[in-house]
């Protein structure tokens, strides 16, 4: 296995300091999709979510219903100033009733550490974090020389070297060691990070064609998404079209997009801002009802 790393060692390309090496052109090159979020996005989704607090605006709010309340109003306010002027107290009311909203569902089905929710502003806007973009070789159990494939297809589409991930375990059941390798990654942040997802969306996503989007209830409750894609996506790369034939395996890929949003709700305005397209999932439709045999 040592012999095979160091080979793709030496495939990789190596730092140099001439203008016109890979490393240099992948640093340098400029990101729209960045350039996108910075100066448009970034401010309209401060807009949309922006929750404006005032001690003036909740004295008036106050002062307003103790007037409806003085003129006979509903009785209903009386609650209402009270639950304002005491935050812990409990009111009974209607809406508890109601069925858990999405948010309500996965803080109680989330076994970790919810943070809490921060009022919106400008300098806590939803952003991207980090993309890691993951390669499973199941191929190299049996041969260890498959793993080149997957590690070469990773460099070309993400212009990063690869990690290998090596087996925690072992499993009789699949024929596997400890430190055997399984499959390799590739965690992007900065400005390629933001060139991969503008590649993913303009030159891949259009092209597959048993590929709707990704499912509204999708996500971990947190505002981080997953996207998982057959190996004919690996060949939708440009990178990888043009040395298709070399590749002596094609794999399937799994991109984790780790965004600061607080909520899922926030992870998808945002996603939806960088054109990742949702859909709400299609009701299965009924099977069709078997007519029973008449006896003769």
Same mark, same amino acid.
């Given at each position: 296995?040592?012999?095979?790393?160091?080979?793709?060692?030496?495939?990789?390309?190596?730092?140099?300091?001439?203008?016109?090496?890979?490393?240099?052109?992948?640093?340098?090159?400029?990101?729209?999709?960045?350039?996108?979020?910075?100066?448009?996005?970034?401010?309209?989704?401060?807009?949309?979510?922006?929750?404006?607090?005032?001690?003036?605006?909740?004295?008036?709010?106050?002062?307003?219903?103790?007037?409806?309340?003085?003129?006979?109003?509903?009785?209903?306010?009386?609650?209402?100033?009270?639950?304002?002027?005491?935050?812990?107290?409990?009111?009974?009311?209607?809406?508890?009733?109601?069925?858990?909203?999405?948010?309500?569902?996965?803080?109680?089905?989330?076994?970790?550490?919810?943070?809490?929710?921060?009022?919106?502003?400008?300098?806590?806007?939803?952003?991207?974090?980090?993309?890691?973009?993951?390669?499973?070789?199941?191929?190299?159990?049996?041969?260890?020389?498959?793993? @080149? !494939? =997957? *590690?070469?297809?990773?460099?070309?589409?993400?212009?990063? /070297?690869?990690?290998?991930? #090596?087996? &925690? $375990?072992?499993?009789?059941?699949?024929?596997?060691?400890?430190?055997?390798?399984?499959?390799?990654?590739?965690?992007?942040?900065?400005?390629?990070?933001?060139?991969?997802?503008?590649?993913?969306?303009?030159?891949?996503?259009?092209?597959?064609?048993?590929?709707?989007?990704?499912?509204?209830?999708?996500?971990?409750?947190?505002?981080?998404?997953?996207?998982?894609?057959?190996?004919?996506?690996?060949?939708?790369?440009?990178?990888?079209?043009?040395?298709?034939?070399?590749?002596?395996?094609?794999?399937?890929?799994?991109?984790?997009?780790?965004?600061?949003?607080?909520?899922?709700?926030?992870?998808?305005?945002? @996603? !939806? =801002? *960088?054109?990742?397209?949702?859909?709400?999932?299609?009701? /299965?439709?009924?099977?069709? #009802?078997? &007519? $029973?045999?008449?006896?003769?």
């Amino acid at each position: 296995m040592k012999s095979i790393i160091s080979n793709f060692s030496r495939l990789s390309v190596a730092p140099s300091k001439s203008r016109f090496s890979i490393n240099s052109i992948n640093h340098r090159s400029y990101s729209r999709l960045a350039d996108f979020y910075n100066n448009t996005l970034r401010d309209d989704l401060t807009i949309l979510q922006y929750n404006y607090k005032s001690e003036k605006l909740d004295q008036y709010i106050n002062e307003k219903n103790l007037n409806e309340l003085s003129s006979g109003s509903d009785s209903s306010a009386t609650a209402d100033v009270s639950a304002n002027s005491n935050p812990n107290s409990e009111v009974s009311s209607p809406i508890k009733k109601k069925a858990l909203t999405e948010t309500e569902r996965l803080l109680n089905k989330n076994v970790r550490k919810i943070p809490g929710i921060l009022d919106m502003d400008g300098l806590n806007s939803a952003r991207v974090e980090s993309v890691t973009v993951h390669i499973r070789m199941k191929e190299a159990l049996g041969n260890k020389n498959n793993i @080149l !494939s =997957g *590690l070469m297809a990773l460099q070309c589409i993400t212009g990063e /070297r690869p990690e290998v991930v #090596k087996a &925690r $375990s072992d499993a009789a059941a699949w024929k596997l060691r400890k430190g055997m390798p399984i499959s390799a990654k590739v965690t992007l942040t900065g400005e390629s990070m933001y060139i991969f997802i503008d590649k993913l969306v303009e030159t891949v996503l259009p092209r597959l064609k048993e590929w709707d989007g990704l499912k509204v209830n999708s996500g971990d409750g947190l505002g981080n998404f997953s996207l998982g894609f057959t190996p004919a996506a690996l060949g939708l790369f440009t990178e990888i079209e043009a040395v298709y034939d070399m590749f002596p395996i094609i794999y399937g890929l799994m991109v984790n997009i780790k965004t600061t949003a607080r909520r899922n709700s926030e992870g998808r305005l945002l @996603l !939806s =801002g *960088l054109k990742l397209p949702f859909v709400v999932p299609r009701p /299965r439709a009924a099977p069709p #009802k078997r &007519r $029973s045999k008449r006896s003769n």
